[in-house]
């Protein structure tokens, strides 16, 4: 037998190519192309009264310099971006254009784009285009966005973009009866995805071909492929877009078109040449995408037990100066708020509001680590004010597991019914407390303070919808000579791709893992995909790849026993020999199934030779190909589930607070996590790790500093704080596995699940420290020490 | 980010250096390590005509330590300086600072006479030149000049240096045997600019009481003045410390001037500064490990606190 590799910690195939410096990324491709640099607003808000750009065209090596009139000649590339997910939520749907016409509504926006021999000179031309403004009123912040004294967009009042709001049951009923109510303002600032290479694209138009040949730092090429030829008026076969290697994505390369592929792709088709533009850092902060504000206020009912009887939450999200992501991240916040706990009363509003600002499009979590911070945040307040256990709050809430399939009883950002497929939260939160040490805490708080040292525990807990469809599909060759060709059509980030899914075809063929190579994000190989997303990718190309290696290995054995004069039903694969079972003398190699599955005419090779009309038997009664067959041991398949499979998890974090400077440190982090069988039990941790960094940045270090123009101070990482080895502690991880029932693997997503609770795990340490309530996250050393101060103020205000 | 155009000179030696930096005048800049000047050239904050660069110049990269200080040539990087024993043992300070100088792979480049020349209020190496009463040595055409610390820094920023002069190097001076050192700072991550930094040195009587207590800070004034505490903290023992509290923060309180920023609020770092000088008091009086680098188990332990 083979021994199988799913479910076995098999080291990352990409990792010897990766970090030996063999990747290829998107600026080690067309070193000969033009470079493209953009001219881009300084101001947040203004009118465009005048563009001169003849200093730039005078610059030497300049090619083109393009403003809004010249993408009239491409396509629709004029016209506004499209807005991607419309929803019913959504009142006023603004988009940009590729280039702006007008008007500009933040800081970076695209206005000029400069073509030249290259990136030096493009903005060396750049820098000498001269824009007249008219500067307007900028709106900051979800505040001054819901006061409306300016508004973004004449054309949406009240710089609402869209109003949700969903009921179950009778939530304010059920908080005027309960015993206990509480009211929280929270809030939560913008962080960012901050890949370590930022987007970019190469466009090249081979006239020859007549086609347009793109390579993309993208988390989808197939929707960037039907983007750029909706907008540059081509065919669909006459795009193509490939993701090379990709530093890094955790949601920023999903949302297409950009202003920078439309322009850049429009030019590459009217200059027939090649061109490239790598966005810089200083682009990626000001031009890219945001996430995370929100402003919330909940009202809560609760009885002596803690038990939630109703639950009221209003929540303003701010979503940048355009929406052409749709309302997904505050429908995720909204739908994901009752985490593990029954809510039968339950109340959401959100409002989405414009701002002078970057757009928000998804953020690794995508709204989930604001519902968890509400939740949670909710959770610790309602346990404060009766003195009891905050695990204890907890677990009276939890949905048990007998009660699965759990109804959520809302409609997900997929469109489709929200339920609980599996899980077990008491064995999960029994786990946590284990791991931690929850209930000897107060030994070791006391022991602590003994020393002079301050600490606090905290945890947090929640459910993540991963894996939602419609579909991504696999296919599969076997060639002659052994080698198994896996494809599939999302694309790969750092996850593990390459390895996670040779694992599963490895499996299910009976071959080596070695055996098997991954393609993804390549349109050529596989035109239909949805994208990388949502922790979807172990769950949906996972799946669709099982499937297809069971087609493949099916029709192998038809072959196979057609050859050996056998039932299919005797016979297996190991490693990559089909024999029959009990008698594996009897058996044929897997390269020359595959030479059977392909008669042919011609015998280029030894292999072709044994393949040719002419090579062997024939059977005059038969077709060379049989009727619904097709040559070549390959094949394809699609999966589709019928709804999200819900992952969930559970976090404590264990902080020290510096009683002189503040300073806030993480001693320890624990993470109980479930996302069913672990395909690769290293890559789940090393997902839940980097999750946790990011978390932890989100926590304590990063926000996204804008001053009251629409200025982001601190656009650089000499400003912008992602933590550093250094600051993120050792993470600890334990598992449950409980399977979902809606995929063939049985698998739930894993991907996002170390940032979700993060924010709402330390800010329940830092309040358990300090016994001041945290209601603002991320939290820094200067924050702490002025909450210290004003609430010492408010306790005793005669020392003031 | 790319440089706008400039022209790019590498001089052999010293001499030619000069020459170059006369003829071309204030559109001229110094190369050293780059990791200061690169960022802005690449952020396009400057853009100069000319780049002199001056890491292939000969004789420049030497650490000497002499009875009146510690001699640091223009290209020694702050990693040299800071595995340099003798050099440590002449000035404790120099690698209780150094290590809180940014990464090891900034410090391989980066010089520690380019940091001073780049005299930036938050660069720890002005602030220990300034305590030790050091001087930087300028280079021209026309001769030499020996420029005091204490009035080599003249705005944030902004030194003495004229656009034709080469700092060629940096001299720390020495105390007299005896002194306790100490730097401590506190920074949002590890390696990251201070948010507040204490540079300390302090003399013990007989009978260990405080008899002579100075000290320079980083992030926290705008060029780095030496604070004199004597006056403060004189004849004070371990024990009379904390009695002490109230007049050394009106004492170093009074002497900081720092400002709100999107790290943290001048209130803030004021109070960063006094609650550093009083650990370092604390620690330096009672002759212990006046490192302040907690964060760092894997290091040797110095023995950095002479008495
Ligand atoms: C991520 C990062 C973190 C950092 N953190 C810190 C930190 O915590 N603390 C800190 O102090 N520094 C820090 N630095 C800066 C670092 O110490 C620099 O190396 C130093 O400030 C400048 O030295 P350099 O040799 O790189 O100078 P360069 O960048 O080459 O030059 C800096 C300036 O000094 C001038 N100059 C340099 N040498 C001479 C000379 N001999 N004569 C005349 N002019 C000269 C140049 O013209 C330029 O204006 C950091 C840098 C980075 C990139």
């Given at each position: 037998?083979?021994?199988?590799s799913?479910?076995?910690?098999?080291?990352?195939?990409?990792d010897?190519?990766?970090?030996r410096?063999?990747?290829?990324?998107?600026?080690?491709?067309?070193?000969?192309?033009?470079a493209?640099?953009?001219?881009?607003?300084?101001?947040?808000?203004?009118?465009?009264?005048?563009?001169?750009?003849?200093?730039a065209?005078?610059?030497?090596?300049v090619v083109?310099?393009?403003?809004?009139?010249?993408?009239?000649?491409?396509?629709t590339?004029?016209?506004?971006?499209?807005?991607?997910?419309?929803?019913?939520s959504?009142?006023h749907?603004v988009?940009t254009?590729?280039?702006?016409?007008?008007?500009?509504h933040?800081?970076?926006?695209?206005?000029?784009?400069?073509?030249?021999?290259?990136?030096y000179v493009?903005?060396?031309?750049?820098?000498?285009?001269?824009?007249?403004?008219?500067?307007?009123?900028?709106?900051?912040?979800?505040?001054?966005a819901?006061a409306?004294?300016?508004?973004?967009?004449?054309?949406?009042?009240?710089?609402?973009?869209?109003?949700?709001e969903?009921?179950?049951?009778?939530?304010?009923g059920?908080?005027?009866?309960?015993?206990?109510?509480?009211e929280?303002?929270?809030?939560i600032?913008?962080s960012?995805?901050?890949?370590?290479e930022?987007?970019?694209?190469?466009a090249?138009?081979?006239?020859?071909e007549?086609r347009?040949?793109?390579?993309?730092?993208?988390?989808?090429?197939?929707?960037?492929?039907?983007?750029?030829?909706?907008?540059l008026?081509?065919?669909?076969?006459?795009?193509?877009?490939?993701a090379?290697?990709v530093?890094?994505?955790?949601?920023?390369?999903?949302?297409?078109?950009?202003?920078?592929?439309?322009?850049?792709?429009?030019?590459?088709?009217?200059?027939?040449?090649?061109?490239?533009?790598v966005?810089?850092?200083r682009?990626h902060?000001?031009?890219?995408?945001h996430?995370?504000?929100?402003?919330?206020?909940v009202?809560v009912?609760?009885d002596?037990?803690g038990?939630?009887l109703?639950?009221?939450v209003?929540?303003?999200?701010?979503?940048?100066?355009?929406l052409?992501?749709?309302?997904?991240?505050?429908?995720?916040?909204?739908t994901?708020?009752?985490?593990?706990?029954?809510?039968?009363?339950?109340?959401?509003?959100?409002t989405?509001?414009?701002?002078?600002?970057?757009?928000?499009?998804?953020?690794?979590?995508a709204?989930?680590?604001?519902?968890?911070?509400?939740?949670?945040r909710?959770?610790?307040?309602?346990a404060?004010?009766?003195?009891?256990?905050?695990?204890?709050?907890?677990?009276?809430?939890?949905v048990?597991?007998?009660e699965?399939?759990w109804?959520?009883?809302?409609?997900?950002?997929d469109g489709?019914?929200?339920?609980?497929?599996?899980?077990?939260?008491?064995a999960?939160?029994?786990?946590l407390?284990a791991?931690?040490?929850w209930?000897d805490?107060?030994?070791?708080?006391?022991q602590?303070?003994?020393?002079?040292?301050q600490?606090?525990?905290?945890m947090?807990?929640?459910v993540?919808?991963?894996g939602?469809?419609?579909?991504?599909?696999g296919?599969?060759?076997?060639?002659?000579?052994?080698?198994?060709?896996v494809?599939?059509?999302?694309?790969?980030?750092?996850?593990?791709?390459?390895?996670v899914f040779?694992?599963i075809?490895?499996?299910?063929?009976?071959?080596?893992?070695?055996?098997?190579?991954?393609?993804?994000?390549?349109t050529?190989?596989?035109?239909?995909?949805?994208?990388?997303?949502?922790?979807?990718?172990?769950?949906?190309?996972?799946?669709?790849?099982?499937?297809t290696?069971?087609?493949?290995?099916?029709?192998?054995?038809?072959?196979?026993?057609?050859?050996?004069?056998?039932?299919p039903?005797?016979?297996?694969?190991?490693?990559?020999?089909?024999?029959?079972?009990?008698?594996?003398?009897?058996q044929i190699?897997?390269?020359?199934?595959?030479?059977?599955?392909?008669?042919?005419?011609y015998?280029?090779?030894?292999?072709?030779?044994?393949?040719?009309?002419?090579?062997?038997?024939v059977?005059?009664?038969?077709?060379?190909?049989?009727?619904?067959?097709?040559?070549?041991?390959?094949d394809?398949e699609?999966f589709?589930?019928?709804?999200?499979?819900?992952?969930n998890?559970?976090?404590?974090?264990?902080?020290?607070?510096?009683?002189?400077?503040a300073?806030i440190?993480?001693l320890r982090?624990?993470?109980?996590?479930?996302?069913g069988?672990?395909?690769?039990?290293?890559?789940?941790?090393?997902q839940?790790?980097g999750?946790?960094?990011?978390?932890i940045?989100?926590?304590?270090?990063?926000?996204?500093?804008?001053?009251?123009?629409?200025?982001?101070?601190?656009?650089?990482?000499?400003?912008?704080?992602?933590?550093?080895?250094?600051e993120?502690?050792?993470?600890?991880?334990?598992h449950l596995?409980?399977?979902?029932p809606?995929?063939?693997l049985g698998?739930?997503?894993?991907?996002?699940?170390?940032?979700?609770?993060?924010?709402?795990?330390?800010?329940?340490a830092?309040?358990?420290?300090e016994?001041?309530?945290?209601?603002r996250?991320?939290?820094?050393?200067?924050?702490?020490?002025?909450?210290?101060?004003?609430?010492?103020?408010?306790?005793?205000?005669?020392?003031k | 980010?790319k440089p706008?155009?400039?022209?790019?000179?590498?001089?052999a030696?010293?001499?030619?250096?000069?020459?170059?930096l006369?003829?071309?005048?204030?559109?001229?800049k110094?190369?050293?390590?780059?990791?200061?000047?690169?960022?802005?050239l690449?952020?396009?904050?400057?853009?100069?005509?000319?780049l002199?660069?001056?890491?292939?110049?000969?004789?420049?990269?030497?650490?000497?330590?002499?009875?009146g200080?510690?001699?640091?040539?223009?290209?020694?990087?702050?990693?040299?300086l800071?595995?340099?024993?003798a050099?440590?043992?002449?000035?404790?300070?120099?690698?209780?600072?150094?290590?809180w100088?940014a990464?090891?792979?900034?410090?391989?480049r980066?010089t520690t006479?380019?940091?001073?020349?780049?005299?930036?209020?938050?660069?720890?190496?002005?602030?220990?030149?300034?305590?030790?009463?050091g001087?930087?040595l300028?280079?021209?055409?026309?001769?030499?000049r020996?420029?005091?610390a204490?009035s080599?820094?003249?705005?944030?920023?902004?030194c003495?240096?004229?656009?034709?002069?080469?700092?060629?190097?940096?001299?720390f001076?020495?105390?007299?045997?005896?002194?306790?050192?100490?730097?401590?700072?506190?920074?949002?991550?590890?390696?990251?600019?201070a948010?507040?930094?204490?540079a300390?040195?302090l003399?013990?009587?007989?009978?260990?009481?405080?008899t002579?207590?100075?000290?320079?800070?980083?992030s926290l004034?705008?060029?780095?003045?030496?604070?004199?505490?004597?006056?403060a903290?004189a004849?004070?023992?371990?024990?009379?410390?904390p009695?002490?509290?109230?007049?050394?923060?009106?004492?170093?309180?009074?002497?900081?001037d720092p400002v709100?920023?999107?790290?943290?609020?001048?209130?803030?770092r004021?109070?960063?500064?006094?609650v550093?000088?009083?650990r370092?008091?604390?620690?330096?009086?009672?002759?212990?490990?006046?490192?302040?680098?907690?964060?760092?188990?894997d290091?040797?332990?110095?023995q950095e606190?002479?008495?």
């Open positions: 037998m083979s021994t199988r799913v479910g076995a910690p098999v080291q990352r195939r990409e010897p190519r990766l970090v410096g063999d990747g290829r990324y998107l600026d080690d491709l067309g070193h000969d192309a033009l493209a640099a953009f001219v881009r607003s300084p101001h947040a808000h203004a009118r465009i009264v005048d563009i001169d750009v003849t200093g065209i005078d610059v030497d090596g083109a310099v393009w403003t809004w009139e010249d993408l009239q000649a491409t396509g590339a004029a016209d506004p971006l499209p807005m991607l997910l419309p929803h019913p959504i009142e749907p988009t254009y590729a280039l702006a016409r007008e008007r500009v933040h800081v970076g926006q695209a206005i000029v784009m400069v073509v030249a021999r290259d990136r493009a903005e060396d031309a750049a820098q000498r285009v001269r824009v007249h403004y008219d500067v307007l009123p900028a709106v900051v912040g979800v505040e001054a819901r409306a004294e300016h508004l973004v967009h004449e054309e949406a009042p009240g710089n609402v973009g869209a109003y949700f969903q009921h179950l049951g009778d939530a304010p059920r908080i005027a009866a309960a015993p206990h109510v509480l929280l303002d929270l809030d600032e913008r960012a995805c901050m890949p370590m930022g987007k970019g694209i190469l090249r138009w081979d006239a020859e007549h347009l040949k793109v390579h993309a730092s993208t988390q989808t090429s197939t929707g960037l492929r039907a983007a750029l030829a909706a907008k008026g081509l065919s669909l076969s006459a795009v193509e877009v490939v090379p290697d530093g890094g994505g955790f949601g920023v390369k999903i949302n297409h078109p950009w202003p920078e592929d439309v322009a850049v792709a429009a030019a590459a088709m009217r200059l027939r040449a090649t061109v490239k533009w966005e810089d850092r682009e902060f000001i031009s890219s995408a996430e995370r504000q929100q402003l919330q206020h009202r009912g609760f002596d037990d038990r939630i109703g639950l009221e209003q929540l303003w999200h701010d979503h940048g100066a355009y052409p992501y749709g309302v997904i991240v505050p429908l995720n916040t909204a994901h708020i009752p985490g593990p706990y029954r809510m039968r009363n339950f109340s959401v509003t959100f989405s509001l414009y701002t002078n600002t970057v757009i928000v499009t998804p953020y690794r979590g709204g989930r680590p604001q519902a968890a911070y509400l939740m949670e909710t959770m610790d307040a309602v404060r004010t009766l003195g009891k256990d905050r695990a204890q709050v907890r677990a009276v809430n939890f048990q597991p007998e699965m399939p109804d959520l009883g809302m409609v997900l950002q489709r019914m929200g339920v609980y497929d599996s899980g077990d939260f008491p999960s939160l029994d786990k407390k791991l931690v040490g209930d805490f107060e030994a070791y708080r006391a602590a303070r003994a020393e002079g040292r600490v606090g525990i905290g947090a807990c929640y993540e919808g991963t939602a469809g419609p579909y991504e599909g296919h599969i060759e076997i060639e002659t000579g052994g080698r198994v060709n494809s599939t059509g999302l694309t790969t980030q750092g996850q593990g791709h390459q390895t040779a694992q075809v490895a499996d299910e063929l009976g071959v080596k893992v070695e055996d098997v190579h991954v393609t993804t994000g390549d050529r190989r596989m035109a239909y995909s949805v994208g990388t997303w949502g922790s979807r990718g172990a769950v949906m190309s996972g799946n669709a790849l099982l499937l290696a069971r087609k493949v290995k099916e029709r192998a054995l038809q072959i196979a026993a057609d050859a050996l004069e056998a039932n039903d005797d016979l297996e694969i190991v490693d990559g020999i089909v024999q029959v079972k009990g008698a594996p003398t009897t190699p897997l390269p020359m199934v595959a030479v059977l599955a392909n008669p042919l005419r015998a280029f090779d030894e292999t072709a030779r044994a393949a040719t009309q002419f090579g062997g038997k059977d005059e009664s038969k077709p060379p190909v049989a009727d619904a067959e097709h040559p070549g041991l390959e394809s699609f589709s589930p019928v709804r999200t499979t819900f992952a998890g559970m976090h404590a974090a264990v902080v020290e607070t510096d009683p002189d400077t300073e440190t993480v982090y624990c993470v109980v996590h479930d996302c069988p672990m395909l690769n039990p290293m890559i789940v941790e090393g839940v790790h999750g946790v960094a990011q978390g940045g989100g926590a304590l270090y990063e926000r996204l500093a804008y001053d009251g123009d629409g200025q982001l101070l601190n656009a650089s990482f000499m400003d912008f704080l992602m933590p550093f080895a250094t993120v502690p050792h993470i600890e991880t334990d596995e409980t399977p979902s809606l995929n063939p698998i739930k997503g894993a991907g996002e699940a170390g940032t979700i609770p993060t924010s709402a795990a330390i800010a329940a830092v309040e358990d420290a016994g001041i309530p945290i209601t996250m991320p939290i820094s050393p200067t924050d702490l020490w002025r909450l210290r101060r004003e609430h010492a103020a408010d306790h005793h205000p005669e020392e | 980010m706008a155009p400039f022209v790019y000179h590498a001089p030696d010293v001499q030619e250096t000069l020459e170059l006369a003829e071309l005048g204030p559109e001229a110094v190369l050293a390590g780059g990791q200061s000047l690169v960022p802005v690449n952020m396009r904050l400057a853009s100069p005509a000319h002199v660069d001056i890491n292939r110049v000969a004789g420049l990269d030497e650490v000497t330590v002499e009875p200080g510690v001699r640091v040539g223009a290209l020694v990087r702050h990693a040299h800071l595995s340099h024993s050099a440590r043992t002449a000035q404790p300070l120099l690698r209780q600072a150094l290590r100088v990464h090891p792979v900034i410090r391989n980066g006479v380019g940091s001073i020349v780049h005299a930036d209020p938050a660069g720890e190496m002005p602030a220990v030149l300034a305590l030790t009463d001087h930087v300028l280079r021209s055409v026309h001769g030499d020996e420029v005091p204490s080599f820094f003249v705005g944030p920023m902004e003495c240096a004229t656009a034709d002069e080469l700092a060629v190097e940096a001299v001076g020495r105390f007299p045997p005896g002194t306790r050192t100490g730097f401590s700072e506190i920074a949002r991550r590890h390696g990251d600019y948010l507040a930094g204490v300390l040195a003399r013990l009587g007989d009978d260990g009481s405080v002579s207590a100075r000290a320079s800070f980083v004034t705008e060029v780095p003045d030496v604070l004199d505490l004597t006056d903290v004849g004070a023992t371990a024990a009379d410390l009695g002490l509290a109230g007049r050394v923060e009106e004492v170093v309180g009074g002497h900081v709100d920023d999107i790290h943290a609020s001048a209130d803030y004021r109070h960063l500064a006094v550093q000088t009083h370092l008091l604390d620690r330096l009086t009672a002759g212990e490990d006046a490192d302040g680098t907690v964060r760092l188990p290091a040797p332990t110095d606190v002479t008495a």
